[in-house]
């Protein structure tokens, strides 16, 4: 082997070294770093695809005037598109006060966040908002939406986050089964694919008396989440050799997940 | 020579950019193409030693800060079985294994065979996202390998791998910007098979 190559090996082994050896502080501190140096990006191509997905509207919303007009002496089809564009509407305004509402009804205090990425990573379930800790978005937080609980900060940088979904195995939240005594650790399971797989509710005892259909809530219990959150429906329940294990759907559609809200901690309540 | 190695680490960090915009497609089993790898791959083949490992530091430093998971949190007595993670620095490893496998061809590749070079990208990402599945199973215990998991692991290799020609169509065109000849240290002769 050549002296420099030689060289080149040792200082590798010493940067690999020394990169396997930094603390978790300094490894949030080098993450905070790296996302603060990609979220401009983050934000102009999310921005961008904002922009595309309005064009592609206009273009379909061009076609459809277009068809209106050809049949334009046909008043009865008009009359239909009319009333379908108006039920869209009409979904599209339930959907944003549904919004609002959970907002201003939340009884904790919350800020809404959109969503600019999706999935980045091949193995863990997360998504980028575009909140940070300019906005009072800390480690940790929930991350919630109208249907129930989405999962939890991971990784603030300035302007961005990234949140780690109820669906990756890494986020175990402590949860109850409405109705029953039984308490237990919900997560999502390794290598399942799918906008929302199944979620694995474990250390239930084993006589318990589960049964599908059945709705599962945050216990509060483990200072992580507030408790009575939705996570899902019972989908089916294995007694075990040592503990009861049930499988979960997820109460939010993790696919369609656009607007979320960070539960940031009351003003109020610091010292 | 140091031109073209500027120009390959400014290339892989644009790989770097491109690759937060290149999203999992559910509809293959949330397959994705790994553009990063890829720029790795392709650049390790035409570089030398040194230059190889330096980027596999980069890309392996940049992929971690980006990937790495934090702890659980929480109570410990609530949460006493939690899942663990990858530790920060071992996609570094992984690119100089991967980054070793491709210099092993770099004669082949210098002789024009880019191809061989292609197909083997393929393989060493299946081979990296295999031990890096096999690596997280080691972490947590319990160990799964769904059927979905092999085709992720298939499917993101697959759709990576049909992005190399373009990768080192590029490398190409900066080696002749950079007057670089792509060349393999070990021949004897001094002939020069790619300018």
Not at chain 1, 50 to 58: K, L, M, N, R, Y
């Amino acid at each position: 082997m050549k002296p420099q190559n030689l060289i080149a090996l040792l200082l590798f082994i010493v940067g690999a070294v020394w990169a396997l050896t930094r603390s978790e502080r300094s490894v949030r501190s080098i993450q905070k770093s790296y996302y603060s140096a990609i979220s401009p990006f983050l934000k102009a191509g999310s921005a961008m695809e904002t922009g595309a997905s309005e064009f592609i509207q206009e273009v379909e919303h061009s076609k459809m005037w277009e068809t209106k007009y050809k049949l334009a002496k046909e008043e009865l089809d008009e009359k239909r598109m009319e009333v379908a564009h108006l039920r869209k509407l009409e979904i599209e305004n339930a959907q944003l006060n549904q919004a609002l509402t959970f907002q201003q009804k939340a009884p904790f205090h919350v800020i809404a966040a959109k969503v600019i990425r999706r999935q980045p990573s091949t193995w863990w379930r997360t998504v980028t908002i575009d909140r940070g800790d300019k906005h009072g978005v800390g480690v940790q937080l929930p991350v919630l939406s109208p249907e129930g609980l989405v999962g939890k900060v991971d990784a603030p940088s300035i302007d961005t986050s990234t949140v780690i979904l109820l669906t990756d195995e890494k986020c175990q939240v402590s949860a109850k089964v409405e109705g029953t005594p039984e308490v237990g650790i919900i997560s999502g399971q390794r290598g399942l694919t799918g906008d929302s797989p199944s979620l694995r509710l474990r250390f239930l005892s084993k006589e318990a008396k589960i049964k599908p259909g059945m709705l599962v809530f945050t216990t509060g219990r483990g200072r992580l989440f507030p408790p009575d959150i939705l996570l899902g429906t019972i989908k089916s329940f294995d007694s075990g050799p040592l503990f009861g294990e049930a499988l979960v759907k997820p109460a939010v559609d993790f696919g369609a997940l656009h607007t979320v809200f960070v539960k940031i901690p009351n003003p109020l309540d610091s010292p | 020579m140091i031109k073209f190695t500027i120009s390959v680490i400014v290339l892989t960090l644009a790989a770097c950019l491109v690759q937060q915009f290149l999203p999992a497609i559910t509809g293959l089993y949330g397959a994705r193409v790994l553009i990063l790898t890829l720029v790795f791959l392709c650049c390790s083949v035409s570089v030398d030693f040194a230059p190889m490992l330096l980027l596999a530091f980069i890309c392996g430093f940049l992929w971690d800060a980006q990937h790495t998971l934090g702890p659980q949190g929480g109570d410990p007595e609530i949460y006493s079985n939690p899942a663990e993670s990858l530790r920060f620095g071992y996609s570094i490893i992984l690119y100089a294994m991967m980054g070793l496998l491709m210099q092993g061809i770099q004669p082949l590749f210098r002789r024009g065979k880019w191809h061989i070079s292609s197909i083997l990208a393929g393989i060493a990402i299946f081979l990296y996202l295999f031990s890096e599945y096999l690596l997280l199973n080691f972490a947590r215990g319990d160990f799964t390998f769904p059927p979905g998991v092999f085709y992720r692991i298939y499917l993101t290799s697959a759709l990576t791998m049909l992005f190399s020609p373009l990768i080192f169509w590029v490398i190409f065109r900066l080696a002749s910007t950079c007057r670089y000849t792509i060349r393999y240290d070990g021949l004897m002769s001094d002939r020069q098979y790619l300018d």
